[in-house]
């Protein structure tokens, strides 16, 4: 069984950094690209940024550009998001997500960490 479990999320100030991990556990699983999703109060869970776990090319929603960086770690099976300039519109659960080989959409999901964005 595969499993992604996200950390780092927390409370921060506008204008502050954070940077959640998701590392993938369990069962060894071909991946075509992972990435970040998320979900504000209210709101429908929308793409965020994903990243090819072979060739690393990345993606991002145009309202994150600039300010967060999608990373990977191929040797701890660790994917990272870093995001700066943290807005109050920021504030949601980020969820981690993979695309197996194979699979047309994202079926694997984390648990999701908190993100709170204070003005």
């Known amino acids: 069984q595969v499993q992604l479990v996200e950390s780092g999320g927390g409370l921060v100030q506008a204008g502050g950094s954070l940077r959640l991990s998701c590392a993938a556990s369990?069962?060894?699983?071909?991946?075509?690209?992972m990435g970040w999703f998320r979900q504000a109060p209210g709101k429908e869970r929308e793409f965020v940024a994903s990243i090819r776990w072979s060739g690393g090319n990345t993606y991002y929603r145009d309202s994150v550009k600039g300010r967060f960086t999608i990373s990977r770690d191929i040797v701890k099976n660790t994917v990272y998001l870093q995001i700066n300039s943290l807005k109050p519109e920021d504030t949601a659960v980020y969820y981690c997500?993979?695309?197996?080989?194979?699979?047309?959409?994202?079926?694997?999901w984390g648990p999701g960490t908190q993100v709170t964005v204070s003005s």
């Open positions: 997500v993979a695309q197996t080989v194979g699979s047309n959409e994202y079926d694997r």
């Open positions: 369990g069962r060894t699983f071909s991946r075509y690209a």
